[in-house]
């Protein structure tokens, strides 16, 4: 955060309504609300869809090939599609969607693989156009032969997505067991493949502080920064429970 300079002409009412200057403990803890207040709002993910333009898209994706589920009976490969909702994305917050479609389809060696539920999916930007996948509250099981088997995630982290046209998802994760058969074991699952992108045609993970959205522009469309210098309009007032501030701040 870069300094940031700030005066002001500060007196205290107090709850007795006797007029006094402000004290140096007060003029501090004001000070100090207003530089939380400048500085508020973390650097996050952005989604853009395509490349530059800002989106919350419906992301549809199919397995290249197969996945593979690797748990401690057999090593379960299926074809897989998800589709994901972004909802919310930008300055202060993570990429974030609900999964409507999680499948696993086509399995070997007689397993079944159903998505009890499918749970939420996290994006987070790390550098360039690539970013890391989390999965939370996903539910599946793995049946053959009376055996069944139930793996959930709880912010697993499930792997990384490298942006472009199209987009992939790198899927290497290990799955905590959940409940199920004594054949099963109590070691998580390894979830393990490749799913290509296929809607939108053009998909890309951005750091928010660095999309032309949520930078400074001064005039209007030029990216700049600026030093800015405000005055307050007329007395800015804070009711604090042993008196009331009222102050005329330059910074």
């Known amino acids: 955060?870069?300094?940031?300079?700030?005066?002001?002409?500060?007196?205290?009412t107090t709850k007795g309504g006797e007029m006094r200057p402000c004290t140096f403990l007060a003029f501090f803890a004001v000070s100090a609300c207003l530089l939380l207040l400048l500085s508020?709002?973390?650097?996050a993910t952005v989604i853009t869809a395509p490349e530059g333009t800002i989106a919350t898209p419906t992301i549809n994706a199919e397995s290249v090939g197969y996945v593979v589920l690797d748990n401690p009976i057999a090593d379960i490969a299926c074809a897989s599609a998800v589709e994901v909702k972004i909802e919310k994305h930008g300055k202060a917050v993570t990429a974030e969607g609900g999964i409507g479609t999680l499948s696993f389809s086509?399995?070997?060696?007689?397993?079944?693989?159903?998505?009890?539920?499918?749970?939420?999916?996290?994006?987070?930007?790390?550098?360039?156009?690539?970013?890391?996948?989390?999965?939370?509250?996903?539910?599946i099981e793995a049946t053959r032969a009376g055996t069944s088997c139930f793996y959930k995630t709880e912010h697993t982290d499930i792997g990384s997505i490298t942006a472009g046209s199209p987009a992939r998802f790198h899927i290497e994760a290990k799955i905590p067991f959940h409940r199920g058969s004594g054949l099963c074991g109590e070691g998580a699952t390894t979830w393990t493949g490749t799913y290509r992108v296929t809607s939108p045609s053009s998909l890309y993970v951005d750091d928010s502080s660095e999309n032309p959205s949520s930078q400074l522009t001064s005039p209007t469309g030029t990216i700049a920064t600026p030093t800015i210098k405000a005055?307050?309009?007329?007395?800015?007032?804070?009711?604090?429970?042993?008196?009331?501030?009222?102050?005329?701040?330059?910074?």
């Open 1 to 12: 955060m870069p300094a940031v300079m700030v005066s002001s002409v500060c007196v205290r």
């Open 106 to 139: 086509s399995c070997g060696n007689e397993w079944h693989v159903t998505v009890i539920t499918p749970g939420v999916l996290e994006l987070h930007w790390t550098a360039g156009a690539r970013g890391t996948l989390t999965s939370t509250g996903a539910t």
């Open 231 to 251: 005055e307050s309009e007329g007395h800015l007032a804070l009711d604090h429970p042993l008196a009331s501030f009222e102050c005329q701040w330059v910074i």
């Open 40 to 43: 508020a709002g973390a650097e």
